[in-house]
């Protein structure tokens, strides 16, 4: 054995770790007839012994037991996550995950910006179409706003109209209604995603005034709520937009009102 | 400490606890947490010598089990090996961004600094020294290793991790892991000795081996 090999087996050697009898034998005769070789074999020693009185001045060395209580936060809020849009968010923790959510909600009003714009243009044209459905009684009893979905610019397949609501009229202070999903990436298919999330947002409608948009909105001071779906990597997906019963009510009457002054 | 449940659940494999956390079973969790924390606080520790940044890469790893679990596939290898490769990439970004104000090698502290005056001139580089301070010399050492050094010595001497094990967490060949584990340990060696004035004839002695 030279000194090249012996160097290929020194660390198993030092450990005691090498499991061929011949080879462990020929090793330790080669530092009987070869210094370095021996010296190197001590130090590697010293250095394991080191290393082992660091593994046991580390081995009580654990997360302090904030983690796991942030995490069993984390575990539960995942858990309740699928009955109400909610992003884990871990309390009390600088850094990834602020910083990752502070950039989506970025991201989320300048998207939401640019939607709310083809929304608005969108209602505006089609407002004669909706005093129909709010006078007529079939569309009294459907649930949901009488509003034209947005038509995404370039976008063939505009999803249909269709609208929810959660509570009935009698629950009407705690009852929402919200529109249909849109897609915000052309030709996404939101069913092969995993691990999405879903975001409430609210804005000023004066934010969207300031933003230079086209759309002025009165009163400046109303606010404008939407749901976002964030993919894993935090971009928005989908959005959708939300109103309380009592906005829907409001736009209603308005609406009606219009119509009975034409 | 722990809870009966807990207690109980801990004879669990990794798989069966893993299935047991996809259907919201929080002892499950609780019990996968306890069992690896450790292992990732200390790889973390280890790796960058600060106790607030193991923290948090412990927090973010486990946050990164409990909502991305099916990205872990036991054919490939162990929990334990998994875990330890997200910690790493945690430790690599956590460094990186805190790279300007990290401080790698801690002064002061609650001892007196070494001084070669103290040490000794014997073979034996960490012989004379106290427990502490051949504690806190071989750790100042393995922080000032290249990151590619100090995550297999981490992994494979601190951690006790097979050298597959490591090249699974560390996503690279084992023969990598082999080579990097040598010439680390030799970068380690020549860091001590400068630290601690080691023996001139040891060091010469590298230059007297016979590689033919």
Redesign the interface.
């Known amino acids: 054995m030279?000194?090249?090999e012996f160097?290929?087996l020194v660390?198993d050697l030092a450990r005691d770790q090498l499991s061929d009898a011949a080879k462990r034998e020929q090793s330790l005769v080669h530092t009987k007839i070869?210094?370095?070789?021996r010296?190197?074999l001590?130090?590697?020693r010293?250095?394991?012994?080191?290393?082992r009185?660091?593994?046991a001045?580390?081995a009580m060395?654990?997360?302090?037991a904030r983690?796991?209580e942030?995490?069993?936060v984390?575990?539960?809020t995942?858990?309740a996550a699928t009955a109400s849009p909610a992003l884990?968010s871990?309390p009390g923790?600088?850094?990834?995950?602020s910083e990752v959510r502070w950039t989506a909600v970025a991201a989320i009003i300048l998207l939401l910006l640019s939607v709310m714009a083809i929304f608005w243009r969108s209602g505006i044209s089609d407002k004669s179409q909706q005093k129909d459905r709010v006078q007529s009684p079939e569309s009294s009893d459907q649930p949901g706003p009488q509003v034209t979905p947005p038509t995404l610019a370039g976008r063939q397949d505009v999803p249909k109209k269709r609208t929810h609501r959660r509570g009935s009229r009698d629950n009407s202070a705690e009852s929402e209604v919200v529109t249909q999903f849109f897609i915000l990436k052309e030709g996404e298919d939101l069913t092969t995603l995993?691990?999405l999330s879903l975001v409430r947002i609210e804005l000023p409608g004066s934010a969207i005034n300031e933003a230079g948009t086209a759309i002025i909105l009165e009163p400046a001071n109303a606010r404008v709520k939407a749901d976002v779906v964030l993919g894993?990597d935090g971009l928005a997906r989908a959005i959708r937009f939300v109103a309380s019963v009592s906005d829907r009510e409001s736009i209603e009457r308005r609406d009606y009102g219009n119509h009975r002054t034409n | 400490m722990m809870s009966p449940g807990v207690i109980n659940i801990m004879i669990h494999s990794d798989a069966e606890l893993l299935q047991l956390m996809f259907i919201g079973d929080e002892q499950a969790f609780t019990a996968l947490y306890r069992r690896h924390q450790g292992i990732v606080y200390r790889f973390a520790l280890l790796m960058s010598g600060q106790a607030s940044i193991a923290e948090e890469v412990t927090q973010e790893v486990f946050l990164a089990l409990l909502r991305q679990a099916h990205l872990y596939d036991p054919s490939r290898g162990s929990l334990r090996s998994y875990l330890c490769g997200a910690a790493r990439n945690q430790v690599l970004r956590l460094i990186a961004r805190e790279r300007p104000y990290l401080q790698l090698v801690e002064e002061g502290g609650e001892g007196e600094p070494v001084t070669v005056a103290q040490l000794s001139d014997g073979d034996d580089p960490l012989n004379n020294l106290t427990r502490n301070e051949t504690i806190k010399l071989v750790r100042q050492a393995v922080l000032a290793l290249p990151v590619r050094y100090r995550e297999v010595i981490v992994l494979c001497d601190f951690q006790e991790l097979s050298r597959v094990e490591a090249a699974l967490a560390l996503d690279c060949p084992v023969g990598t892991v082999n080579s990097r584990l040598h010439r680390g340990h030799a970068l380690l060696l020549k860091k001590l000795r400068a630290a601690v004035k080691l023996d001139p004839k040891a060091s010469s002695a590298q230059g007297r081996r016979c590689f033919a």
């Open positions: 030279n000194c090249r160097e290929k660390l070869c210094e370095p070789c010296t190197r001590a130090e590697e010293t250095l394991l012994a080191g290393m009185a660091v593994i001045e580390l060395e654990e997360a302090p983690v796991e942030a995490l069993l984390a575990f539960r995942q858990s884990v871990m923790r600088r850094g990834h995950w995993e691990n894993q």
